[in-house]
C-alpha cells in the first residue's frame, strides 16, 4: 500500500524516500517535466500550474507568497539589497521594482524547479504569468538580473537562460552598461567550473581552486557570457550607497 506523502518528501512512515505525485511519479521529475512543458508550449498548460499570489518582493530574485513562503527564482541572481549595514548593489532598486512590477497583483502559476527548496528553506521554482512568460526570462532579459547556475538546475534551462543573459549584454540592457565598462582589473578573474563561480583576483577563495576546475576568465564579459556568476566575497560588483535601505516593496491583501 502506497504511504503519505507529507511536505518535504518525507513519507508518514519517517522514509527518507522521493516525495511522489498523485500519480506516483517523483516530485523532482515531475517538477522538472512541467517546467519544460511550460516553457516549451505554455498555452497549454497554464491549468497544471500552482496558483500563487506574491505579496511582497524582497529583492531581484526573492518574493514571498500569500501563504507565508519564500519564493527564490531558480537560477537567476540578482543584484543585493541593502542588509546587515551593507549598502546595496547597483541596480538592486531597479532589480527589486521591476520584480514587484512583474508580480505584484497579477496571476502566476508556480512550477517548482528541481528539489523545490534550497538549503535556506526557500521554495525554489519559476514563476509563470498568464500568457506564458517567465518572470525569471524578464529579469534576465531586461538586465534586471542573470544566471545563477547550480547541479540541481536542468541543462536545458541553463541554455534556454544563458541565452537569454548573452543576448541582454550584447544589447546593453539594464546594468549591462556599467557592469561591462568595469575598469580591468591587473589579473584575469579566477573561475571554478565545478561551481561555475568567479572571483576577483587576489581573493583568497581564488587560490583555494584546483587546477583541474580552475579557469582564467580576462573580462567581466567573457565570466558572465560563459555563464559563471559572481562569487560572494571579493566580487566585483559595486555598490549603489544611494539606494536606500532596501526593505522591498509590500502590497497588503484582505
Known amino acids: ?4 506523502v507529507g511536505r518535504g518528501g518525507h513519507s508518514a512512515a519517517g522514509s527518507a524516500g522521493p516525495a ?4 506516483g511519479w517523483p516530485a523532482r521529475c515531475l517538477a522538472h517535466v512541467v517546467l519544460c512543458l511550460v516553457l516549451g508550449w505554455p498555452s497549454g498548460l497554464w491549468a497544471a500550474l500552482e496558483r500563487v499570489t506574491v505579496v511582497r518582493v524582497l529583492d531581484g530574485d526573492t518574493c514571498v507568497l500569500a501563504d507565508g513562503r519564500r519564493l527564490r527564482l531558480a537560477g537567476i ?29 497579477q496571476p502566476l502559476g508556480l512550477a517548482l ?30 538586465g534586471a538580473a542573470y544566471i545563477f ?46 561551481s561555475h563561480r568567479f572571483h576577483a583576483p587576489g581573493c583568497p577563495d581564488a587560490g583555494r581552486i584546483g587546477p583541474r576546475n580552475r ?32 526593505k522591498g516593496w509590500n502590497r497588503k491583501w484582505p
Do not use: K
Request: net charge neutral; aromatic share 8%; charged share 20%.
Open 1 to 4: 500500500m502506497a504511504q503519505a
Open 20 to 23: 511522489l505525485s498523485a500519480a
Open 77 to 105: 541572481d540578482a543584484p543585493e539589497m541593502a542588509h546587515s549595514g551593507n549598502p546595496a548593489q547597483y541596480y538592486a532598486v531597479e532589480a527589486t521594482s521591476l520584480l514587484a512590477r512583474l508580480t505584484l497583483g
Open 113 to 142: 524547479v528541481g528539489e523545490g527548496a534550497d538549503r535556506y528553506g526557500r521554495t525554489l521554482g519559476a514563476l509563470i504569468r498568464p500568457d506564458g512568460t517567465s518572470v525569471a526570462e524578464r529579469m534576465l532579459g531586461e
Open 149 to 194: 547556475w547550480y547541479r540541481d538546475l536542468p541543462r536545458s534551462l541553463v541554455e534556454r537562460y544563458l541565452a537569454i543573459q548573452r543576448r541582454a549584454m550584447a544589447a546593453g540592457a539594464g546594468f549591462w552598461p556599467r557592469i561591462l565598462a568595469l575598469p580591468a582589473p591587473a589579473g584575469a578573474y579566477v573561475g571554478n567550473t565545478a
Open 215 to 246: 579557469v582564467l576568465l580576462p573580462t567581466l564579459g567573457e565570466a558572465f557570457g560563459r555563464g559563471y556568476t559572481p562569487a560572494r566575497d571579493c566580487t566585483p560588483w559595486p555598490s549603489d550607497r544611494d539606494a536606500g535601505p532596501g
